[in-house]
């Protein structure tokens, strides 16, 4: 079936260094790729996404890059800061929709 | 706040009952997701309605059951619980869920935490 790889499963970073989380998507159908941060007990929130039209976007200190023709996108947290900590969520939605594939998600955890 | 209402918070039960939980999606959402999330787990996709039809299914136990209401309201039914079914349940909602590029952000509700003892 469809599938979508989430590398790291944990991430640990310094404050103010980058963190990259690298997805793979094996649906060539898909469209439209959101990121999602959920904090421990929370719901997951949208914090970016990214449809197949564009290669990059790019949110004050997030940032999204996609390649279809690879089939990998990535979020790259510039500065990051300790509330950055959490686990974060890449997805891949086909033509249609009709079911979104979560990856398995990255526990990022940012030291002050 | 997403807009996206879930009742109850909180649910403990004992194993073998059965247990419905209740989601309403956000204003004008056509399409309704159910996930599971165990502990330190990633967001297992159950079931997805669409306007009052199934319109996917992922890993959904025989045991648990779906369906969603004119007033696009949606319920999950968990039956015949075991322990391992404890987690939190969460539901989203998402405008359309048809073909193109219209957006399909899912919106999460804020999800029901289920113990069963």
């Known amino acids: 079936g469809e599938n979508v790889e989430q590398h790291p499963s944990t991430l640990s970073v310094q404050e103010g260094d980058s963190a990259v989380i690298k997805c793979t998507y094996s649906?060539?159908?898909?469209?439209?790729f959101p990121w999602y941060k959920q904090e421990l007990g929370k719901r997951p929130q949208l914090i970016i996404d990214i449809r197949s039209n564009v290669g990059e976007k790019k949110d004050q200190r997030i940032a999204v890059t996609l390649n279809k023709t690879a089939k990998h996108f990535s979020l790259h947290i510039t500065e990051t800061q300790p509330e950055d900590s959490a686990v974060y969520f890449c997805a891949a939605s086909p033509i249609g929709g009709f079911k979104t594939i979560f990856g398995a998600g990255t526990r990022l955890f940012v030291k002050a | 706040d997403s807009g996206v209402t879930q009742t109850p918070k909180h649910l403990i039960t004992a194993t073998g009952q059965r247990v419905t939980l209740r989601c309403s999606p956000r204003s004008g959402d056509l399409s309704v997701y159910w996930y599971q999330q165990s502990l330190d787990q990633g967001l297992q996709f159950l079931i997805q309605y669409y306007n009052g039809e199934e319109r996917a299914k992922g890993n959904i136990l025989e045991r648990f059951s779906a369906q969603q209401f004119p007033d696009l309201h949606s319920e999950l039914n968990l039956s015949s619980l075991e322990l391992g079914d404890s987690a939190l349940y969460f539901c989203?909602?998402?405008?359309?869920?048809?073909?193109?590029?219209?957006?399909?952000?899912?919106?999460f509700g804020p999800g029901t935490r289920l113990t069963v003892l």
């Open positions: 989203a909602s998402s405008v359309a869920g048809t073909s193109g590029f219209l957006t399909d952000t899912q919106y």
């Open positions: 649906d060539s159908a898909s469209n439209y």
